[in-house]
């Protein structure tokens, strides 16, 4: 009785689905049907049933109830490798075009006849001669300037070549059992490796980093660059106190490169650990023993 009652459900239902809906469910059923009529002991699908498949689900609505030899799941999953073959071929050229060699030798020569055209301005003059090419592709062509020794320092040679005479300085956020942010200054030596002053504060202000790094370089006589990130609390007053008043050179690195702080950022990075590691006990007055614990023995 139930199975008669369930064709009958099946019957009614097919008798409002469109013509095309049938036909692709039937292609579907019978699709599987081959497979399942290989007389291999595992039916295996090939590259060309996973495509039938793919492009029955999409004219099928109603395909996840059809699938029998997949998952819905692995059915879509062929559907992103396919998408990704697709992308893979029709992107196969990647990059701008080459050039003609006599075009790029063109460039060279206008650049040397004329040192102080900017890239922008020999695209101009090419676009004169019937030469479509963007200012990128000249960009690309035209030889650089070799600039100064400094200049070309990589930022760990400069790390390692001034040390004695860098300070890095970072602040970092730890939160109290209660989520009372706690913001804290550290200043360390980058000869060292040694923790030259650090401060606690719930409101942290561009007068109070002022404050800290006056007190950081009270009795210091041979820093000549400090090392900072991009915070905000770094405003233009304390950068001109750096470059005006101190008279040394404000070395900012680069946005999203933790990294250039070097030792600086690895000492936040371990006081936070440690932080986390007395999480339950911590309070404003824990903070401060912790980073005492630490500046004797700072290392490399």
């Given at each position: 009785m139930k199975t008669i009652i369930l064709l009958i459900f099946q019957f009614v239902k097919l008798s409002f689905q469109t013509r095309l809906v049938?036909?692709?469910?039937?292609?579907?059923?019978?699709?599987?049907?081959?497979?399942?009529?290989?007389?291999?002991?595992?039916?295996?699908?090939?590259?060309?049933?996973?495509?039938?498949l793919v492009w029955?689900?999409?004219?099928?609505?109603?395909?996840?109830?059809?699938?029998?030899v997949a998952k819905p799941a692995t059915l879509i999953g062929w559907q992103k490798k396919g998408f990704k073959l697709f992308w893979r071929w029709k992107c196969r050229k990647a990059g701008r075009p080459c050039i003609d060699w006599e075009l790029i030798k063109l460039i060279r020569k206008l650049q040397k006849e004329n040192p102080i055209w900017?890239?922008?301005?020999?695209?101009?003059?090419?676009?004169?001669?019937?030469?479509?090419?963007?200012?990128?592709?000249?960009?690309?062509?035209?030889?650089?300037?070799?600039?100064?020794?400094?200049?070309?320092?990589?930022?760990?040679?400069?790390?390692?070549?001034?040390?004695?005479q860098i300070i890095g300085i970072d602040f970092l956020v730890v939160r109290t059992i209660l989520f009372k942010a706690i913001y804290v200054y550290i200043a360390i030596s980058h000869d060292r490796r040694k923790i030259l002053h650090f401060g606690v504060t719930s409101k942290p202000s561009s007068q109070w980093a002022i404050q800290q790094l006056r007190e950081t370089l009270a009795f210091d006589e041979t820093t000549k660059y400090i090392i900072r990130d991009n915070d905000k609390i770094y405003s233009d007053e304390f950068k001109d106190y750096i470059t005006n008043k101190l008279k040394?050179?404000?070395?900012?690195?680069?946005?999203?490169?933790?990294?250039?702080?070097?030792?600086?950022?690895?000492?936040?990075?371990?006081?936070?650990?440690?932080?986390?590691?007395?999480?339950?006990?911590?309070?404003?007055?824990?903070?401060?023993?912790?980073?005492?614990?630490?500046?004797?023995?700072?290392?490399s």
């Open positions: 049938l036909v692709a469910e039937n292609i579907m059923l019978r699709q599987q049907l081959n497979i399942y009529a290989r007389k291999d002991k595992k039916p295996r699908l090939k590259n060309i049933d996973r495509i039938i029955l689900s999409k004219i099928f609505p109603k395909w996840k109830s059809c699938l029998r900017s890239a922008q301005r020999i695209q101009g003059e090419l676009t004169k001669l019937g030469f479509s090419v963007c200012d990128n592709t000249v960009a690309k062509y035209i030889k650089k300037p070799k600039g100064t020794p400094e200049q070309r320092q990589r930022w760990k040679s400069f790390l390692h070549n001034h040390s004695p040394l050179e404000d070395t900012p690195t680069t946005p999203g490169s933790p990294w250039q702080k070097d030792y600086a950022s690895y000492c936040t990075s371990l006081a936070l650990s440690a932080v986390n590691l007395f999480k339950s006990f911590l309070s404003s007055n824990f903070v401060p023993c912790i980073f005492t614990g630490f500046s004797p023995a700072m290392s």
